[in-house]
């Protein structure tokens, strides 16, 4: 390996300062405060990211990249050396015969039932969209939820039996830990009516009559074990197919997975900080499968651990309260070249360094970034990228040698 490599830092860009073109990157314990990658399509984002998961894999690293049209995750495939084939766990939505099942709603902690239960809300409602969404929808589905995560055993297929299922609900409900959910089904719902009812089956039996979502969903028995994979630290590897599933299935299991994720994280609480294995999360087009939720346990998540690289294109991409979580929660901004709205907004956040005109005219791989270092995130500055190959690693290192 290059000597003047430190394995304890993930390096991605160099130095453009006159004749300075130094190598440098951000410590392993800065990432932990997570990453908010920022440009337009062709920037460069994506050589960035391959450059980190590449460290990340020689290094032994766990990590996660999420991919909605597996194009990248093909280029990642790729870099990974046979020694560490035995670490990837690969979940491929657009092979039907996928043989990897989830389920969001196995062996969940009874602490963290009521946080997935909002997070899958929060996931469906912006699946569904605001319109077809509803106080009492909502109200019902939410009660469904935590149902069915206090039974020993359930899936998103067991949510129109417990709604239309007597005999089954009377089952569901002897085993409710929840004082409020039991009193829900003994005295609430037995005042609806079919129409109201109707909304939340049409609206689950939409992604279940999907085949692919359907088997990984609720048939497959292989499950997916998200602790198991961060502790042991895999290279997780969850190919979204969007072509194959299409938008709305992509954007929904992304969601479920990054929400059990969550909360797999939180169980680390069993585990002594110093002993948290680092795990890292690339979402690359993350407004796709986010919350808000989610991005506002950022900060949370560090402490068990985890650590996010997000990226995408267009700030207008995202709502203004995730714009604002993300800013406020990442510790390291990257932004290569924007359009003149992005421009505006990101010249107030690295001001009084940089103007918008700057970052409409960054070439392509240049890139203007505020980086945390040692607990404090540096005034902004500008860097060009590098690329896998300006690393230098030797053979024998990569061997194992």
């Given at each position: ?8 830092i993930?390096y ?36 960035l990211?391959?450059?980190l ?6 290094h032994?690293r766990?990590?996660?990249l ?10 990642v ?7 560490r ?5 690969y979940?491929?939505?657009g092979?039907?015969n996928?043989?990897w099942?989830?389920n ?46 206090d ?5 998103f ?7 239309l299922?007597e ?6 409900i ?5 004082s409020?959910v ?15 009812i109707?909304?939340?089956l ?8 999907v085949?692919?979502?359907?088997k990984?969903?609720?048939?497959n028995?292989?499950?997916l ?5 961060m ?10 197919a ?9 954007h929904?299991l ?20 110093s ?8 979402l690359?087009?993350?407004?796709n ?7 506002n ?14 990226a995408?294109q267009?700030l207008?991409?995202?709502s203004n309260d ?17 359009g003149?709205?992005?421009s ?8 009084p360094?940089f103007e918008?005109?700057d970052f409409i005219n ?5 890139i ?28 024998e290192?990569?061997?194992?040698g």
């Open positions: 390996m290059n000597p003047s490599l430190n394995p304890e993930s991605f860009a160099k130095v453009d300062f006159r004749n300075d073109r130094r190598l440098f990157g951000i410590a392993q314990n800065s990432r932990l405060n997570s990453m908010y990658i920022l440009g337009k399509t062709g920037s460069g984002k994506t050589n990211m391959k450059t998961m590449y460290q990340d894999v020689i032994k766990g990590f996660c999420f991919d909605v049209n597996g194009d990248v995750l093909k280029e495939l790729s870099l990974i050396p046979k020694e084939d035995k670490d990837i766990v979940l491929d939505a092979n039907i996928q043989e099942g989830y969001p709603l196995r062996k969940v902690a009874y602490q963290t039932r009521p946080l997935i239960a909002s997070s899958i809300l929060e996931t469906f409602k912006k699946l569904w969209g605001t319109q077809s969404w509803g106080l009492k929808l909502e109200y019902i589905l939410r009660n469904t939820i935590l149902t069915l995560l039974q020993d055993k359930a899936s297929e067991d949510i129109p039996r417990l709604l299922d005999s089954y609900r009377a089952l569901c002897s085993k409710i830990i929840n409020h039991k009193r829900f089904w003994l005295l609430e719902y037995p005042k609806y009516s079919k129409s109201d109707l909304p939340v049409n609206k689950v039996g939409s992604f279940l009559s085949p692919v979502l359907n990984i969903l609720t048939k028995t292989k499950q074990s998200l602790r198991s994979i502790d042991n630290e895999k290279i997780f590897l969850v190919n979204l969007k072509g194959q599933v299409g938008s709305d299935g992509a929904l992304g969601s479920l997975l990054l929400t059990s994720l969550s909360s797999a994280s939180f169980t680390r609480v069993d585990t002594e900080p002993e948290r294995k680092p795990f890292h999360i690339y690359d087009e993350f407004q499968y986010t919350t808000g939720s989610l991005v346990s950022l900060s949370e998540l560090r402490k068990f651990g985890v650590s996010f690289i997000l995408h267009y207008h991409q995202i995730i714009r604002n979580a993300v800013l406020g929660n990442v510790g390291t901004i990257i932004c290569f070249t924007l003149q709205a992005d505006v907004y990101m010249a107030k956040e690295f001001y360094v918008t005109q960054l070439p392509h791989y240049s203007y970034l505020k980086l945390l270092v040692d607990g404090k995130t540096l005034q902004g500055f500008s860097a060009t990228t590098i690329r896998i190959e300006d690393l230098k690693y030797n053979l290192y990569l061997s194992g």
